[in-house]
């Protein structure tokens, strides 16, 4: 949530997230499961609440892959409107992507020749490629050389192949990160940038709780801190050494993480599978931490549709 400053720009007041795995057996019944459906009612539940307190002028809902994939994804969304009036709109996997370009724009490096936004979800990754300094000067509609999206997320992975409790866990990561490169290499139509990126001239916008967690396990922070993660240069090299670090640990181990949890414990190294099979596909020496994307692309949106400045 955001209030107006004075001079018509806007800061946030209040924030809330919760991992509630929407997607859960998704995959293979094609319906969104009862648990699932009450973890995602009761995190709603508490946002309504916030709302409410604050009363503001405007409210933005969108629901994605799950909700887009899930026959009975508007039943729930019916539900929710019903109980706890807020309005979803299920947006196409376009237009989430479009909304993360528009959300991480202010991370996007002018000079830049090229810039791939990967934003890892539960159930899928989209992937878009762009002109930085195309995007700074479109505003609220930025253009987008190609997009993509894959059925590649951590939850549906974690259910399809997950990690190994024992034996060479390292062999597992490296025939997954094999297996996701191959179709990440098909994503999209930018095959023809490859080059750019490899000769330094394109960047990489991470934007998900994997990248910042795992921003967050580099940085060694006693609690995870937006402002430390956001916006940082992620070398790669650092990237998966700090993947590999979480690999040799146990479930346990990792949930002692303040920057990971419980909750993310189970989904950490697969989505930073996702990750490094990215970076095979599209090389590069760093990559920038975005605790921002779709959430901030639609709060720009609606901030503008009411005659404030983002």
């Known amino acids: 949530m955001a209030t107006q400053n004075a001079d018509g720009s806007l800061r946030v007041v209040d924030g809330f997230s919760r991992i509630v795995r929407l997607g859960e057996g998704l995959a293979h019944t094609g319906r969104l499961s009862e648990g699932a459906m009450a973890r995602a009612y009761q995190a709603l539940a508490a946002c309504a609440q916030r709302i409410e307190a604050r009363e503001p002028i405007a409210i933005g809902c969108v629901a994605t892959q799950a909700c887009r994939a899930a ?28 909304l993360s370009v528009l959300g991480c724009a202010s991370l996007l490096e002018p000079q830049t020749e090229h810039a791939m936004i990967v934003d890892i ?6 992937m878009s490629w762009v002109s930085p300094s195309a995007v700074l000067s479109a505003h609220l509609d930025p253009p987008i050389l190609s997009w993509g999206t894959c059925p590649l997320g951590v939850v549906t992975l974690a259910e399809d192949d997950p990690e ?55 940085l060694d922070l006693p609690r995870y801190n937006r402002s430390r993660v956001d916006g ?79």
């Open 71 to 98: 026959s009975n994804g508007q039943v729930f969304l019916n539900r929710i409107e019903k109980d706890l009036g807020l309005k979803f709109d299920v947006i196409s996997a376009e237009d989430e992507a479009r």
């Open 121 to 126: 979800g539960g159930g899928s990754t989209e």
């Open 232 to 310: 940082m240069w992620f070398d790669v090299a650092d990237c998966r050494a700090t993947i590999a670090k979480l690999l040799s640990q146990t479930r346990d181990q990792r949930a002692a993480n303040a920057c990971i949890g419980y909750d993310r414990a189970d989904l950490v190294v697969i989505g930073g599978a996702i990750l490094d099979a990215v970076l095979r596909v599209w090389p590069a020496k760093r990559v920038r931490v975005a605790d921002r994307g779709l959430r901030e692309g639609v709060l720009m949106r609606l901030m503008a549709a009411h005659g404030a400045r983002p």
């Open 164 to 218: 190994p409790e024992s034996g060479n866990k390292q062999v597992w990561y490296e025939g997954l990160v094999t297996r996701l490169a191959e179709t990440i290499s098909r994503v999209g139509e930018a095959q023809h940038l490859q080059q750019a990126f490899a000769n330094g001239q394109g960047d990489i916008i991470g934007t998900s709780g994997t990248v910042t967690s795992l921003a967050g396990v580099f």
